[in-house]
């Protein structure tokens, strides 16, 4: 009898360690979710977005540069990145490095905090009790202005508190985007209005998806918003899903495709689960690294489908 105590403790140990090791090797499990939206004109060719996000990228991290040097083969029609692309300053060179295939790839982007600043230790015990992370140091800056110029190089469009327009295919697609919510340099009464009715689909674009952001674009009429930040709650629970989203959104939808209502307006939404983890978190579990290749199709063609692996 003495010894089922001891039994216990070790099964819950041995639990434990077996579940944080799986969570560093799942962290590496890159995929491609494959989501179908049915959002554009009738009569008209499918559309494909790759949405990429949250890739926390440091130069050493080899097997990540090559499975964003492998999205060229998703032939997408447009590239949109939702933040948080770099943990380390010297990521950028081999960061571009690894789209240069994509390069002629029209391209959207929208920065996170950590383009900004670099991550640094945080408790996770209090991240999970606030459900939101928060800077607890003074931060490092990164250099995120070489970042911007080396992407708006490549002809991609900056869209931090921005509007911009993109001709692809025949459609003229209406973007707008912000700043990052989570360190509050979001404003979007710089880019706030109508929606482009000139336009064959409106896109809002931003980091983290706060509900005021989510509430305004909807407002004014965004067929669709894009945003990341989540990890998809990074640790989930099995058969249930996200604990936390480090924003206000609620769990049930921290990834994937779902739809935000407003004012009696709808919008289509689509939150990245992203690519990586903090250098300071580097796991994952029941909740793999991914991008999202989004086929949009026109309105009279099927139903909204969203396939976690593909």
Not at 53 to 62: A, E
Request: proline share 6%; charged share 20%.
């Amino acid at each position: 009898m003495g010894l089922r105590p001891r039994v216990v403790v070790g099964s819950a140990s041995a639990i434990a360690a077996g579940s944080f090791l799986w969570g560093l090797l799942e962290a590496k499990l890159f995929t491609v979710r494959h989501a179908e939206l049915p959002i554009l004109p009738q009569d008209g060719e499918p559309l494909k977005i790759l949405h990429v996000s949250d890739l926390h990228l440091t130069p050493t991290q080899h097997f990540k540069l090559d499975f964003v040097r492998s999205l060229a083969s998703l032939r997408p029609d447009v590239v949109v990145t939702t933040g948080d692309n770099i943990a380390d300053a010297d990521a950028i060179f081999p960061l571009m490095a690894a789209w240069n295939s994509l390069r002629f790839t029209p391209g959207v982007f929208v920065f996170g905090s950590n383009d900004y600043y670099a991550p640094a230790f945080k408790n996770p015990l209090g991240y999970l009790l606030r459900g939101r992370s928060h800077m607890e140091h003074e931060p490092t800056e990164l250099p995120w202005r070489t970042l911007r110029d080396k992407m708006t190089a490549v002809g991609w469009k900056d869209l931090n508190q921005r509007r911009d327009v993109l001709e692809v295919n025949g459609y003229r697609l209406a973007f707008r985007g912000t700043d990052d919510a989570h360190l509050g340099r979001d404003d979007y009464s710089r880019v706030a209005g109508p929606a482009d009715s000139d336009a064959d689909l409106n896109i809002g674009v931003t980091h983290a998806p706060y509900r005021r952001l989510l509430d305004a674009m909807t407002q004014d009429g965004m067929d669709l918003i894009l945003a990341g930040h989540t990890h998809g709650g990074q640790v989930c629970v099995p058969g249930y899903g996200a604990l936390v989203t480090n924003c206000d959104l609620d769990t049930r939808r921290a990834k994937g495709l779902s739809s935000h209502t407003h004012d009696g307006r709808t919008s289509a939404l689509h939150v990245s689960a992203g690519v990586g983890t903090s250098p300071f978190a580097p796991y994952r579990f029941a909740c793999r690294p991914e991008v999202t290749l989004l086929t949009l199709v026109p309105r009279d063609r099927g139903f909204a489908r969203d396939e976690p692996v593909g």
